[in-house]
């Protein structure tokens, strides 16, 4: 078993592991750091559950090696939410405009939906309809149906806007 | 965790990749990772060795040379996708790339990757070929130039030697105000293309044809440039009559057949794409 020492920066906190260089990105989060909220759907790159932002870029972490990510920047779903570490504490504004919108139910798509909005809204805040459902089309949800996702994605637009924020 | 177990390499200059490639058992290229990573998951390769080239410099670039791109192997889509010289120099690229996965994979998927991955579907393969690329292989005895129409071999087979890797692109450019059109047939958006049509026209002030590339992604096991169509178009004066009889050529092209569509269904695709194509790329010419 062939492995390498990697440090990498997850939710803004340094981490350093010894990981088998076959070993995924998404596996690595959820298995050596019990980051669970990215969740694994397919494993190799089609429904879009495992997304994560790479140096502030979506990027599927069953496509990446844990080893790729060496010296680099991950935000995971963990690390949306303003102080992810205290429960009362209100979440991002986008999982406020999901939960109002019902824009989940088994919630299995949710991380993945999360991270890539982010990147949409970070890289277009004003996004129309279909601009929003071209973004979502590498993301496959099989219970909530897109058109809550969608509501909650424009909703969450108007939102940042009226507080002034960046996604 | 999926894919089989391999040892894994990060050279960090071309030399050392070549050096590696030559003399490593069974490996393997990583560039993007979007096809290659899946196909180790599904177990379709199983490389003794896996040689990341992400962490080489010098490989990411667009640029504009000599009347033509330069266009580095390791360019993520997602930069070509916005890249303003690209979307004023060839616009088809940037069409094309729209097509192509989706944000997340795009932002980490290379052209290098996909043209050597050669799906036949893949939308930068077409575009290349429609342009007349040219591709630079780099191998233990240096750079070899080679124009796109011989790159693809067979199915899914470059004209790359086992110890050679692609490392930079060229794309001629044609005059400003050209026309262009990049259409695809697709079960859902972002997925590999039932069939896709690639077209680059220009026409004279008089509505002749003066230079015209037609090239079909998805519809055989390599992309076809249709020198038939071409030929048929060049010097007649641009018309919607014109472009059907053209298109109709398409229907003799052979075709495959597969869970997603016959041939029948393929080359009736090739032809409708191929005519719509030409009638947008029309639309789209400026003097």
Redesign the interface.
């Known amino acids: 078993m062939e492995t390498r020492k990697i440090a990498v920066t997850v939710n803004g906190q340094p981490q350093t592991r010894e990981v088998e260089t076959r070993l995924t990105l998404a596996d690595f989060l959820r298995h050596d750091l019990g980051l669970t909220g990215t969740h694994i759907g397919c494993e190799h790159g089609v429904c879009g559950a495992c997304t994560i932002l790479l140096d502030g870029r979506t990027a599927r972490s069953c496509l990446t090696l844990a080893v790729q990510a060496d010296g680099h920047a991950i935000d995971t779903v963990e690390g949306i939410a303003p102080n992810p570490t205290d429960k009362s504490a209100p979440m991002h504004p986008l999982q406020e405009a999901f939960r109002d919108n019902h824009a989940l139910q088994c919630g299995f798509c949710t991380p993945g939906m999360l991270t890539t909005i982010i990147e949409l809204l970070r890289d277009n805040p004003e996004p129309t309809g279909d601009e929003v459902r071209i973004a979502i089309s590498g993301n496959l949800c099989r219970c909530t149906g897109y058109q809550p996702i969608v509501a909650a994605t424009l909703d969450a637009a108007k939102r940042l806007k009226a507080e002034g924020r960046k996604p | ?8 390499h ?1 050279p960090r200059s071309v030399a050392e990749a070549v050096t590696l490639l030559s003399t490593l058992e069974n490996p393997k290229l ?1 560039a993007g ?2 096809s290659l ?2 196909m ?3 177990r379709f390769v199983l490389p003794d060795n ?1 040689i ?1 080239i ?1 962490k080489i410099d010098g490989l990411a670039y667009i640029r504009e040379g000599q009347n033509s791109l330069e266009i580095g192997a390791m360019t993520r889509q ?1 930069d070509i996708e916005f890249s303003a010289l690209i979307a004023q120099k060839h616009p088809l690229l940037r069409e094309g790339i729209l097509n192509v ?5 795009r ?2 998927g290379t052209i290098g990757g996909s043209l050597c991955h050669l799906d036949p579907a893949a939308e930068q393969v077409l575009v290349c070929l429609a342009s007349d690329a040219t591709v630079t292989a780099t191998g233990p005895a240096g750079e070899r130039a080679i124009p796109f129409r011989d790159f693809p071999l067979a199915y899914m087979t470059p004209n790359l030697a086992p110890d050679e890797l692609l490392t930079a692109i060229r794309i001629p450019l044609w005059r400003p105000g050209h026309g262009y059109s990049f259409l695809e047939f697709a079960r ?3 997925d590999f293309a039932v069939a896709s049509a690639a077209v680059l026209l220009d026409v004279d002030a008089g509505g002749i044809i003066k230079r015209a590339a037609v090239a079909l992604g998805g519809v055989a096991a390599v992309p076809l440039r249709m020198d038939a169509v071409e030929a048929m178009l060049v010097g007649q004066k641009a018309s919607e009559e014109l472009f059907r009889a053209a298109a109709e050529l398409c229907r003799a092209v052979e075709a495959v057949a597969d869970v997603h569509a016959t041939v029948e269904y393929r080359q009736h695709l090739a032809a409708v794409l191929t005519r719509r194509a030409l009638t947008q790329a029309l639309a789209r010419v400026t003097p």
């Open positions: 965790m999926k894919p089989p177990p391999f040892s894994y990060d990583l990772g979007q990573m899946p180790l998951a599904m896996v990341d992400n997602r996965g989706h944000r997340q994979t932002n980490r859902r958006h972002g």
